[in-house]
């Protein structure tokens, strides 16, 4: 596989035009006579009793549009649980729930597939919910390998809107993962729980050094957005305009979402912990509404972070000893 660039794009980058902004960087695999399937999943929650959802993504990274089947799994026992699906068409084999789909393009990123359906009351609190899924195109795809994956995420009896979840779950309290597992896929979920639209967002990830940033792959999102590789292992998303109206006003509406991939260093030896921390910023039209989420690292260790508050240019220092913490603060 070959990829090869079909435009040149020359920009010059100085003290009086610092920025060259929107810039259209075309790709293009050889030969570009069959598509390049991927295929990823998301869902804001699985929670015994409620109707829960799962989205699935089917992506083209070739320029050459994609038809096919594309299937995905779920416990055995939630398929007589099924509720919606979109699109309705579709087939049931097994555990297994089939779709065809036509003209996958390489743009856009968008849920090409979801299932609705009640968690069973029986599904144990703390279990990991698994979807696997792949995709098959009528021709021969350009790589193979990333049109399977599986999704994982853990059961819970109640779920914040904000927070960030990584597939593969792993194994017990520490989520151990098999040596042989180098895709660290992660879910960003957010929400404006205010009581006005937020013009702004921005979402600081600082990434653990166990994992490679070289690596990293954008996989979707809810809302446009730009990104920067700040120092330290840091990406920083900015959703500008994004006008995300309050869950009061459009509950639906309030929620928006990153996913991403990423592999761990090869050098990380049996037993090494990769931490995450994440900052939620967002800006409404006539005060501030902050959201700050502290994902955990270890349950007694105490974390401190600088919060800075750009509307009236104050700063706060917050102190926290939990073990998972949500601050929303309205000034």
């Not at 989420?293 to 007694?300: A, D, E, R």
């Amino acid at each position: 596989m070959l990829a090869t660039c079909v435009t040149t794009l020359n920009t010059t980058l100085n003290s009086v035009t610092p920025n060259s902004i929107n810039n259209n960087f075309a790709k293009e695999y050889i030969p570009i006579t069959q598509p390049d399937i991927y295929v990823s999943a998301w869902s804001q929650g699985i929670v015994p009793g409620f109707v829960c959802r799962v989205n699935y993504l089917v992506y083209n990274h070739n320029t050459f549009n994609a038809n096919g089947i594309f299937k995905a799994t779920l416990p055995s026992a939630f398929i007589p649980n099924i509720t919606n699906a979109f699109p309705a068409a579709y087939t049931l084999s097994g555990d297994t729930i089939i779709w065809n789909f036509a003209n996958i393009s390489y743009t856009g990123w968008y849920p090409n597939f979801y299932v609705d359906f009640t968690t069973p009351l029986s599904t144990q609190l703390g279990s990991t919910f698994t979807s696997c899924m792949w995709a098959q195109p009528t021709v021969t795809d350009l790589n193979y390998v990333n049109n399977t994956t599986c999704y994982q995420r853990m059961v819970t009896g109640s779920f914040d809107p904000n927070d960030k979840t990584v597939s593969p779950v792993g194994i017990g309290a520490n989520g151990d993962i098999a040596a042989t597992e180098t895709d660290l896929t992660y879910l960003i979920r957010f929400q404006n729980t205010g009581n006005g639209p937020a013009v702004n967002i921005y979402v600081k990830d600082t990434l653990s050094p166990n994992v490679d940033i070289n690596t990293f792959e954008m996989l979707s999102s809810s809302h446009n957005y730009m990104i920067d590789v700040l120092p330290g292992n840091v990406l920083r998303w900015k959703f500008n305009n994004i006008m995300l109206p309050d869950s009061n006003s459009n509950e639906p509406g309030s929620h928006g979402y990153i996913q991403y991939r990423i592999k761990r260093t090869n050098n990380n030896t049996p037993g090494t912990q990769i931490k995450i921390r994440l900052t939620f910023i967002l800006t409404s039209m006539n005060q501030l509404l902050l959201i700050l989420l502290l994902i955990p690292l270890k349950q007694s260790q105490e974390l401190n972070l600088l919060l800075i508050l750009t509307t009236n240019g104050m700063y706060f220092q917050i102190q926290v000893r939990e073990f998972y913490t949500l601050l929303i603060l309205h000034l």
